[in-house]
């Protein structure tokens, strides 16, 4: 490996920035009075659109850096600007929520951006390696934001259960690369390519891609993965849950696409196989369950296990060099109206639901357009 060079910290600037603005602020939070936690939140969000406008800088930068184990080109620029975004929706929501509910501390805004910042390189990876490395940076966060709302046993019920699947998750991953580096010698995405097409063992390669397949299965709550998915949402705190809902997906099908489109593509006849059985499971179980919930949270999160299938549609044709490229734009160009769809539909839930927890229910709905309407009632 060659000694890093300015080039080299160019590609990861912003991530770079984001995670030496999350170090400060968790030190400068320290200062800041309990009563004045706003300024926190303030605090993090600047530092989100620094590191928004330095991405935007590297808009047709396309460069591999140490060693190709990071890329930025235009896919990982696109999915990063959705990040932050992503994460200041996030802070956006928690500002007034957190106060509301009596959990507002100043380390949930250090976890959010440290949990945006794995999600960003989780975009840029190109090393199985720094897939792995990414994946926790982002889940760990998750995990004890989930749990934030302590002592509230639901909160502390579902960050557990986050934590044991997505540690169980991650050890799919950790094996699936281990059999990759058995049938390739490399854990870099272009060499497993490259080694493939030099007679690597198709056999061995194919049960880690498969078990790969399942870790992000799981991140990106596809069935039959997602059974974590409404007892996490229901007991997190919801303006965790609307962030996580989102920026987790995003980061689990950028690194999808990445991994496979880019290590994979000779097996992208038997992996299409398995991603459509997938995408129409997911559909059709997110959908057909979601139908039956009586709380809004479980109801939204069976909606967002569906919306993973239809993502996930995207990916059926991922070996296929005529129509691959097309629908990749379309499952990104998918993941942007439901950011903002999604964001605005858990907008709604923070705003209804009650200090004491109360108004999660879909009944509490009944008559809000007379209780809450948008001109006055003649």
Same mark, same amino acid.
Request: aromatic letters at 14%; a neutral charge.
């Given at each position: 490996m060659t000694q890093p060079n300015?080039?080299?910290?160019?590609? /990861?600037?912003?991530?770079? &920035?984001?995670?030496? $603005?999350?170090?400060?602020? @968790?030190?400068?939070?320290?200062?800041?009075?309990?009563?004045?936690?706003g300024w926190t939140a303030f605090l993090a969000a600047l530092g989100l659109a620094i590191t928004l406008g330095l991405t935007i800088t590297q808009i047709g930068l396309n460069n591999a850096g140490f060693s190709g184990m990071v890329l930025v080109d235009g896919f990982s620029t696109f999915a990063n600007v959705l990040l932050l975004a992503s994460g200041l929706l996030g802070i956006a929501l928690a500002f007034g929520y957190t106060r509301r509910m009596g959990i507002e501390r100043g380390e949930y805004?250090?976890?959010?951006?440290?949990?945006?910042?794995?999600?960003?390189?989780?975009?840029?990876?190109?090393?199985?390696?720094?897939?792995?490395?990414?994946?926790?940076?982002?889940? /760990?966060?998750?995990?004890?934001?989930?749990?934030?709302?302590?002592?509230?046993?639901?909160?502390?019920?579902?960050?557990?259960?986050?934590? @044991?699947?997505? %540690?169980?998750?991650?050890?799919?991953?950790?094996?699936? &690369?281990?059999?990759?580096?058995?049938?390739?010698?490399?854990?870099? @995405?272009?060499?497993?390519?490259? %080694?493939?097409?030099?007679?690597?063992?198709?056999?061995? @390669?194919?049960?880690?891609? %498969?078990?790969?397949?399942?870790?992000?299965?799981?991140?990106?709550?596809?069935?039959?993965?997602?059974? $974590?998915?409404?007892?996490?949402?229901?007991?997190?705190? &919801?303006?965790? &849950?609307?962030?996580?809902?989102?920026?987790?997906?995003?980061?689990?099908?950028?690194?999808?696409l990445r991994v496979f489109s880019t290590a994979f593509p000779a097996l992208s006849t038997d992996i299409s196989d398995i991603? $459509?059985?997938?995408?129409?499971?997911?559909?059709?179980?997110?959908?057909?369950?979601?139908?039956s919930q009586t709380n809004i949270k479980r109801m939204l999160a069976y909606s967002s296990i569906a919306h993973a299938g239809y993502i996930l549609m995207a990916f059926v044709p991922y070996g296929n060099q005529e129509v691959g490229s097309v629908s990749v734009a379309a499952g990104l160009f998918y993941l942007v109206t439901y950011v903002?769809?999604?964001?605005?539909? $858990?907008?709604?839930?923070?705003?209804?639901?009650?200090?004491?927890?109360?108004?999660?229910e879909i009944n509490d709905y009944a008559g809000s357009r007379k209780n809450i309407p948008l001109s006055p009632q003649p």
């Open positions: 300015y080039l080299d910290y160019y590609t /990861i600037l912003p991530l770079i &920035t984001l995670i030496v $603005w999350s170090c400060v602020l @968790l030190l400068v939070d320290l200062f800041i009075p309990k009563k004045q936690k805004y250090t976890l959010l951006i440290f949990s945006v910042s794995g999600m960003m390189l989780m975009t840029q990876a190109a090393d199985l390696i720094i897939v792995f490395l990414a994946l926790e940076l982002l889940s /760990i966060p998750l995990y004890v934001l989930a749990a934030f709302a302590r002592p509230n046993p639901q909160s502390q019920e579902a960050g557990v259960k986050y934590f @044991l699947l997505g %540690a169980f998750a991650t050890g799919f991953v950790v094996y699936g &690369t281990a059999l990759v580096f058995g049938a390739t010698g490399t854990t870099s @995405l272009s060499g497993i390519f490259y %080694a493939v097409s030099n007679g690597a063992s198709i056999l061995l @390669l194919t049960i880690g891609a %498969a078990l790969i397949l399942v870790g992000f299965g799981f991140k990106v709550a596809a069935v039959p993965f997602h059974m $974590w998915t409404p007892d996490v949402y229901e007991g997190a705190p &919801t303006a965790v &849950t609307a962030f996580m809902s989102s920026g987790a997906k995003i980061a689990g099908f950028a690194a999808l991603l $459509w059985v997938f995408a129409a499971l997911t559909m059709v179980v997110g959908n057909l369950t979601a139908i903002l769809t999604n964001f605005g539909t $858990w907008a709604v839930v923070i705003t209804l639901e009650k200090a004491e927890g109360k108004g999660l």
